[in-house]
């Protein structure tokens, strides 16, 4: 993970401020003074060259696992942890995200170097792993204002060759024959999902209600499961600080065994999304821009692959809108639970409607009924 440089801060733990000689205001997830003196005796412990002191710097990103940048003298590591409390099952699955990493790594796929796993509790409060912090850059606009329509270019393709890579590796020859579970992805995702937001709904969702109805008529058949990302995203990628490449690709907490279809259009879904959302491709120019249209995205995944679509590309638009729809109805949820890891949850009830509304807008353009 990159962010700008951080200077060690005075005291071992710290949060992001509120501003210019303002205190820090503690927020869900936080490591204290004593959770700081803990930490660093279990590194002591788990990596052999590590030594002290260390500090710690909450990174301002992240909606759903809290991350830490753990300064050191000899290296800076980044630490993802559980949120404490409450939460929904299978979700914040902290050591998947470490075991599809660890696994990665030696395939030759871009992530970072993991350090450890610790499902002690009683060290910060809630389970963590320690990863590598990989220095580049972190694009959060995927319009790239500050690139070169060429740079745009490459760095597009290269997100879409390293889907293509992901989905190339044989989940078996990478030790995670048993990460997902038997069965339709598709139906499994729908059937999560639903429940998630069913659990954190906060009234109904008359678009929502209907792709519930919908989704489930026309899903894809089982294909043979790769390892898909679950939210490939531009903003979850390290790039070099200046040339056009990815260093590695973060957050793999949605990681699991599935349709790569579904992690491909995912990632297309951007071209699809309301206005509102920062992801949104409207306005761009894709003969000028350097950022292809979604069709020849869509293409050039195809040539690499092999693969070809089951079903209309709506169809996976409307899923992936409603997948992401659901997901932030859960940030809601624990929002609204006084979980909120930054101020970014607030606002994702607000979000809920317009996708849910765009994922049917969709699901009409694949043959749903009015």
Not at 61 to 89: C, E, M, W
Not at 152 to 169: K, S, T, V, W
Request: negative net charge; aromatic residues 8%.
């Amino acid at each position: 993970m990159s962010l700008p440089p951080v200077a060690p801060p005075q005291s071992p733990p710290v949060v992001e401020a509120t501003g210019a000689g303002q205190p820090p205001i503690p927020r869900p997830g936080d490591i204290d003074a004593d959770g700081a003196d803990r930490l660093e005796k279990w590194m002591a412990n788990a990596i052999p060259d590590h030594t002290g002191p260390i500090s710690v710097v909450r990174f301002a990103g992240g909606q759903s696992n809290p991350t830490f940048r753990i300064i050191s003298p000899r290296r800076d590591y980044v630490l993802r942890r559980k949120p404490p409390g409450a939460l929904l099952h299978s979700a914040h699955a902290i050591d998947r995200e470490q075991r599809v990493m660890a696994a990665l790594g030696p395939q030759g796929f871009p992530v970072p170097h993991v350090f450890g796993l610790c499902t002690d509790a009683t060290v910060i409060g809630s389970d963590f792993f320690l990863m590598e912090m990989v220095e580049g850059r972190i694009e959060w606009d995927p319009k790239l204002p500050d690139a070169s329509p060429q740079d745009r270019r490459l760095i597009y393709n290269a997100q879409i060759d390293g889907l293509a890579a992901l989905h190339a590796i044989d989940p078996a020859a990478a030790g995670l024959a048993d990460f997902g579970r038997p069965g339709n992805y598709f139906e499994r995702q729908l059937a999560r999902w639903t429940r998630q937001y069913r659990t954190s709904e906060a009234a109904p969702d008359p678009h929502m209600d209907k792709l519930l109805a919908w989704l489930p008529l026309y899903v894809p058949a089982e294909v043979p499961a790769r390892i898909v990302h679950g939210d490939y995203r531009i903003d979850n990628m390290v790039l070099h600080p200046v040339r056009p490449e990815i260093l590695a690709v973060l957050d793999w907490e949605l990681s699991t065994l599935g349709d790569p279809l579904a992690d491909l259009t995912y990632f297309l879904m951007m071209w699809r999304v309301p206005p509102a959302e920062r992801i949104a491709m409207d306005g761009v120019d894709f003969e000028t821009s350097g950022i292809p249209a979604m069709e020849e995205a869509l293409d050039r995944y195809l040539a690499a692959t092999g693969r070809v679509l089951a079903r209309p590309l709506e169809w996976y638009i409307a899923f992936n809108l409603f997948r992401l729809a659901a997901i932030l109805q859960g940030v809601a949820g624990r929002a609204a639970r006084g979980q909120a890891n930054n101020d970014r949850a607030l606002t994702a009830q607000g979000r809920v409607g317009p996708l849910a509304r765009a994922a049917w807008d969709n699901a009409r353009k694949a043959g749903a009924p009015a």
